[in-house]
C-alpha cells in the first residue's frame, strides 16, 4: 500500500464522505450526512481555509486527511492544522499512516506553510508514541481550549 496523496475535487465528494462517515461511527462523533457532507463541499471546491486529501488511489481511497489553515505571528506566518486522519481498519499497521504524515508537509511545501499541529487525546499514550515518531511535540504549557457556537 501507498500513502499517495491526491487533493479531493468535488468528483470524490461520495467517496471521501464514506470514508468520513466510518471515521465519525468509529470515533463517535455524531454529525448529520447533511452537515458533514456541507462541511466537506467546499474543501473540495477549493475554499482557501483547508483541503482534503485523499489516501491511496483516488478510485479505491484507503483513507484521507483533512487540514485546515489559519495564520500565527507566533511562528512566523501560515500554519496548518489536521482536523482529522483515517485509514480504513483493514489496512492499519502497514505504515500508511506514516507516510501520510512525511508526504503532508511535500504536498503544501508550496504554500509556504511554517507549522503544523494536530489534537490528540491526553489519555491515548499509543497514539501520542506515534505522533512524537512523526515529528510532533506537545508544546510544553499549552493545551487545546475549544468554545463551539
Not at 501560515?78 to 499512516?97: K, N, Q, S, T
Not at 504554500?111 to 512523526?134: C, N, P, S, W
Amino acid at each position: 500500500m501507498s500513502a499517495i496523496l491526491t487533493l479531493a475535487r468535488p468528483e470524490h465528494l461520495d467517496k471521501l464522505d464514506a470514508l468520513v462517515a466510518a471515521f465519525h461511527a468509529e470515533e463517535g462523533i455524531t454529525l448529520p450526512a447533511d452537515k458533514r457532507r456541507e462541511g466537506l463541499q467546499p474543501l473540495l471546491e477549493g475554499i482557501p481555509h483547508g483541503a482534503a486529501y485523499l489516501i491511496g488511489p483516488p478510485r479505491a481511497p484507503i483513507g484521507y486527511l483533512v487540514v485546515t489553515f489559519g495564520w500565527s505571528l507566533e511562528f512566523g506566518g501560515l500554519d496548518g492544522f489536521i482536523d482529522e486522519i483515517y485509514i480504513r481498519p483493514g489496512v492499519r499497521g502497514r505504515g500508511i499512516a506514516s507516510e501520510t504524515l512525511q508526504a503532508l508537509p511535500r504536498a503544501l511545501a508550496g504554500a509556504g506553510l511554517k507549522a503544523l499541529h494536530l489534537e490528540v487525546a491526553r489519555g491515548a499514550d499509543k497514539t501520542q508514541e506515534f505522533y512524537r515518531r512523526a515529528g510532533f511535540r506537545a508544546r510544553e504549557g499549552y493545551m487545546l481550549m475549544t468554545k463551539t457556537f
